[in-house]
């Protein structure tokens, strides 16, 4: 991890090195807090962050749905989102991670006597996934845990505790040899990818899951709109896991996967272990869109103003 000169916490700017928590921290023991993911992108006209405000506005919900009070406003959360990326003077892509979580005060179940804080970390990271992963693709398993169940968490929410889930199926893909794990829902369907949304396309019509156990997810809205502006036919509806088997093209979306292709999920190659063209015309026009490169780009971009060197 490449770490920066500045954190954001709490209305003031600490260096890296000085931005602590204690260690009774009521959210380090009991996972309830809330976080985002942003990607800003070094595009032509400087740094600019995808789709801010979706991002913020999703946050505000987690916190909502898990009754954290936030301690700031939407606008003064954007205002030092902005300002803790033109005090850092990032030159390459940067990752984004606002998050609201407890002080220390108890530590009962219960953060009663806990203050809620905001902080807001940022550090240059182009992409998880290597180059050769973005155009060939990677290899994906059906996991042995079940995602979520929207009866036992609050899975609209990004929430801290819901990750162990991601992080235990994520943990035994790896080390099973694969690349990402695929996990179906309590009924059998394919629920999501361990931290990404699903995507396969079979006989040119593009199918996505529902969100029922699942983040709603602000990069797969993205990417459907983009395949329905290309005449790209959508379909959301459950996926069965012998499905996936034989679809003709696969992929994950998220701020950190933006779209990476599966060539091969539980040991079944899917289209002859090559990126497919739906997959790639749908990359190219999402990297076009982040990037600053399309005529809508401007609609989704907030540019970061930078001082002269």
Known sequence: MKTANYIWMDGAFLKWQDAN???TS????????VFEGIRAYKTQNGLAVFKLKK???RLLDSAKITMINVPFS????EKAIIELLEKNEFENNTYIRPIIYYSDGNLGILPSECKSKLAIIAWEWSSPIEKDGLKKGIRAKISSFRRNSANSTMSKAKAVSNYLNSQMSKQEALDCGYDVALLLDDNGFVAEASGECFFMVRNKVLISP???NSLESITQKAVIK???EMGIKVKRRN???DEIYICDEAFSTGTAAEITPFYE??????NNSESGKITKKLQKAYFDLVYGNSKKSNKYLTYISQKEK
């Open 239 to 241: 996926i069965t896991r």
């Open 26 to 33: 009521h959210t380090l023991h009991y996972g309830n807090g």
């Open 226 to 228: 983009l395949a329905k």
């Open 210 to 212: 529902f969100n029922d």
């Open 55 to 57: 991002h913020i506005k």
């Open 74 to 77: 939407y606008e003064e959360i």
């Open 21 to 23: 928590i204690h260690i």
């Open 265 to 270: 999920i539980d040991n079944r190659i899917i």
